[in-house]
């Protein structure tokens, strides 16, 4: 079922991307508001308060054609950012100047971690001596101090989701701040920036390439692929990566997808700026079908602006490595762009320096938040607010906003029937959404025709089934497993369950969001089978997160909840949920459309 879903949802939302654009007076109404929609989805809206960036040199090394600073600045107060700048000698005027971004490239020795700007530094070398300044950032996570960014795809801090956090948000900000620090030096051009990367850093290229205009030229290398490739349609024969590339990524390649967005509108933002795009045949985590898929996304926007000679695509024979053939033409594409020149690329890419001499910091400084950016990066709402009708629209429009948009007819079918010691127990399945068929356990006395009230469970597992006295009572007891739950149930296989929910995520989803839709699909199946009494929503657990929130939009009489969550990291992950509304905040507003029940 998942599966068929999985495809159905992405295979949408790709025909949907930039479909309507037609002109470049359509692009122009549009970009705007889409390159606000990417601050946002990035953490960044409102944007974190430029604070003094506190740069320190705290070392430089010697070469015959270059020297290196070692440099540390702070993107927020104590978030830290380690760094190399490779600065060419002899320059006589600003010159033009690369911000080179990370990939995963882990180099630490004896607990050491030295950033993987030294797994890079033939990169920063070789632009120097070519006559670029360079600036090579560390990343969160391998930088010489070492953060997270797998908070969902090995920590289960699926928290992050509802606090619209991803740590792609703190390297696309790590990003602008460089930009800004680099502009505080004389002889850099502060208008002729590029940037380039690859891998993670191909993925971060794209970041600030589509926030900051700053950025002239870009050169992404295996850095971006499309959601079909993500989600369902992988690298062949490549065992879990055949099924969605997906499994193979971090969380720092990954927006959070609230406007439900495919990676080729991320691409069409750099137009019309130079922007080449560069891959390898066979790499297996940003396979080929979907780099060009995004490539002739992003074309179409460039033709519109009648500047298909600023956009470049680059295939080369290979797989997931850094190599000289896939180097080369991105150092032809800045000296084309920035320099407006192509002289024959003569000096190849090599490592010079060992780990021991990039190293900016002999001691890790006390007041360092990377370890614990997440907890403080977003804005998250305020504890005193006021909620109202306007904060239930908000929730519809950037938590639910991956449900879908019309309802489909239910297709309610009664597929068992049967009755036992004055006791009817009744099954009836019905479409959720297309794709995703679910079944509802109806218990009630015999004879039972008009009951008073209906006391609807929404369960967490098989352990919640029982229900209450039905032989001598005048109420339809209901029990209802979402999807993801009892006979639709995640495999055992924790991996299986991470990469699962991931997808949902990449979808502008979170499976307890779309588990939400399901409870209030039920109530509309219960209506539809023509009972018209009042309803109780009850949960326990996880399961009373999920009918307060459907409560807000069913009509229902009461709402009961047993072990409500006490806030959002014990709470089911909801997209953007806790920059709206506190888990209390919830509830408030439960109050203000049914009788609430709160047990603890």
């Avoid at 997270?148 to 795809?153: A, K, R, S």
């Avoid at 703190?170 to 004389?186: G, H, M, P, Q, S």
């Avoid at 795009?277 to 992003?298: S, Y």
Wanted: proline share 5%; with cysteine; glycine share 8%.
């Amino acid at each position: 079922m998942f599966a068929a879903y999985f495809k159905h949802e992405t295979d949408r939302i790709a025909a949907h991307s930039l479909k309507d654009i037609k002109t470049l007076e359509d692009w122009n109404t549009r970009k705007v508001r889409y390159r606000r929609e990417m601050h946002e989805m990035l953490g960044l809206d409102p944007m974190p308060p430029r604070t003094p960036l506190k740069a320190t040199v705290t070392g430089k090394l010697q070469h015959a054609e270059f020297e290196v600073w070692k440099v540390h600045f702070q993107s927020k107060p104590g978030l830290y950012v380690t760094a190399n700048l490779y600065v060419p000698k002899n320059i006589k005027k600003p010159a033009p100047t690369i911000l080179y971004v990370c990939g995963h490239g882990r180099v630490k020795k004896d607990g050491v971690s030295y950033g993987n700007k030294v797994h890079y530094q033939h990169h920063g070398i070789w632009f120097a001596r070519n006559g670029y300044v360079c600036l090579v950032i560390d990343t969160l996570q391998l930088g010489e101090i070492e953060g997270i960014h797998h908070g969902t795809y090995n920590h289960d801090m699926w928290w992050w989701n509802s606090r619209g956090y991803s740590s792609a948000a703190v390297e696309a900000w790590n990003c602008i701040r460089a930009l800004d620090y680099l502009e505080t030096l004389k002889f850099v051009d502060k208008k002729r920036f590029g940037v380039t990367g690859r891998s993670g850093g191909g993925a971060y290229s794209w970041w600030i390439s589509v926030l900051d205009e700053r950025i002239k030229v870009s050169a992404p290398v295996a850095g971006i692929a499309d959601l079909k490739n993500h989600v369902y349609a992988g690298f062949p024969n490549s065992g879990r990566l055949a099924h969605g590339v997906v499994e193979g990524h971090c969380d720092c390649m990954f927006h959070v997808n609230t406007y439900r967005w495919d990676f080729g509108q991320v691409a069409a933002l750099v137009a019309p700026r130079p922007l080449m795009i560069l891959n390898t045949d066979d790499d297996r985590i940003f396979p080929l079908d979907g780099v060009t898929r995004v490539f002739n996304g992003a074309r179409k926007i460039y033709d519109l602006h009648g500047a298909r000679d600023k956009l470049g695509l680059v295939i080369i024979p290979g797989g997931h490595s850094d190599t000289q053939p896939l180097r080369v033409p991105a150092f032809n594409w800045f000296n084309r762009h920035l320099k407006g020149a192509e002289p024959p690329i003569t000096i190849t890419a090599e490592k010079l320096f060992e780990p021991e001499q990039l190293r900016v910091f002999d001691k890790l400084p006390a007041d360092q938040i990377n370890t614990k950016i997440q907890e403080s990066f977003t804005q998250l709402a305020p504890k005193n607010q006021k909620v109202g009708k306007e904060t239930i629209a908000l929730l519809r429009k950037k938590t639910f906003g991956g449900w879908p948009e019309k309802d489909v007819p239910l297709n309610e079918k009664r597929v068992s029937k049967v009755e036992r010691n004055g006791v009817v127990l009744e099954s009836v399945d019905f479409d959720s959404q297309e794709k995703i068929r679910l079944g509802v356990y109806l218990m009630y006395r015999s004879g039972l025709k008009n009951p008073k009230r209906i006391e609807l469970k929404v369960l967490n597992g098989e352990n919640d089934l029982q229900q209450g006295p039905a032989e001598n009572s005048d109420v339809l007891y209901v029990a209802f497993a979402p999807r993801g739950v009892v006979r639709t149930a995640l495999s055992d296989d924790k991996s299986h369950r991470i990469q699962t929910r991931r997808r949902f995520m990449l979808l502008g989803q979170t499976l307890a969001g779309m588990q939400v839709w399901d409870v209030r699909r039920c109530v509309q199946v219960l209506r539809e089978l023509g009972y018209d009494c009042p309803i109780t929503l009850k949960g326990d657990g996880d399961a009373a997160s999920l009918v307060s929130l459907a409560s807000l939009y069913e009509k229902v009489e009461t709402v009961s909840v047993l072990n409500y969550p006490k806030d959002d990291k014990t709470q089911p992950d909801y997209l953007n949920i806790s920059r709206i509304v506190t888990p209390a905040q919830v509830l408030d507003l439960v109050r203000q459309r049914s009788k609430l029940n709160h047990r603890k």
